[in-house]
């Protein structure tokens, strides 16, 4: 199974809203990745947890809070966000491997629309 | 971060080889390329990747210029399920003992499949 699930499809919310995106896998992979993707624009690398800890955090605004509870499971809270924060959030996973195949596998993202 | 130039979009003909080119003339050592593409409402899907050899997979091939400032990513018979956004990435070992490495997504091309 090389599938990434991330709950919910689509959201909505207000710039008071707190909500959570979620990510799951099952591959076994021990890296995790938050990306957010603009309208015609690429993925953009927002966090990297690695073995459950947190390795990457880029400059991110701390309105975005991520959480890896376990090595199958990562979230997103979001609280007070921005009508440009509106985008699709992608998650993804590898395993971790020094030389070149830690491929990525990529969800099919939340698209999350702030009012 | 390291960078790729592509062109913004081209066009095929179905079952006609496509060419995608790919220029990362700051290109070091250690970095590998990598190929994603993302179909429309989905997730970014693994290609393809390579260091200094050209490569081979069921998908596409991929051929790395000796000095290995470009690439090109070539379908060998471009399908109408190969229209997507084709990104060329450096993969970026990250440092301090980690064994996984990061994606930095440049502007993309779009293909687009004629029947």
């Known amino acids: 199974d090389t599938e990434v699930t991330q709950t919910p499809k689509h959201l909505v919310m207000g710039m008071t809203n707190k909500k959570s995106l979620k990510c799951e896998q099952h591959?076994?992979?021990?890296?995790m990745y938050w990306y957010k993707q603009k309208a015609k624009k690429p993925p953009e690398l927002m966090f990297v947890y690695s073995y459950e800890k947190l390795s990457i955090n880029e400059s991110v605004p701390s309105r975005f809070s991520p959480e890896c509870p376990n090595s199958s499971l990562l979230n997103l809270h979001l609280h007070a966000l921005q009508p440009e924060d509106s985008a699709l959030y992608l998650c993804?996973?590898?395993?971790?491997?020094?030389?070149?195949?830690?491929?990525?596998?990529f969800g099919p993202g939340t698209r999350l629309t702030v009012l | 971060d390291a960078k790729t130039t592509q062109p913004n979009s081209m066009e095929s003909n179905e079952e006609e080889p496509v060419h995608l080119p790919c220029n990362h003339s700051t290109i070091s050592g250690t970095d590998y390329i990598h190929w994603y593409r993302q179909l429309p409402s989905q997730g970014p899907e693994y290609v393809i990747h390579g260091l200094t050899s050209n490569v081979n997979n069921r998908m596409a091939s991929l051929a790395i210029a000796e000095d290995r400032k470009s690439s090109t990513l070539i379908l060998h018979r471009a399908t109408l399920r190969d229209a997507a956004v084709y990104y060329c990435?450096?993969?970026?070992?990250?440092?301090?003992?980690?064994?996984?490495?990061?994606?930095?997504f440049g502007q993309g091309t779009i293909l687009t499949v004629h029947p």
């Open positions: 990435i450096l993969r970026v070992l990250i440092a301090g003992g980690t064994s996984y490495g990061k994606l930095t």
């Open positions: 993804a996973s590898s395993q971790p491997d020094r030389g070149s195949t830690d491929t990525q596998y």
């Open positions: 591959m076994g992979h021990r890296a």
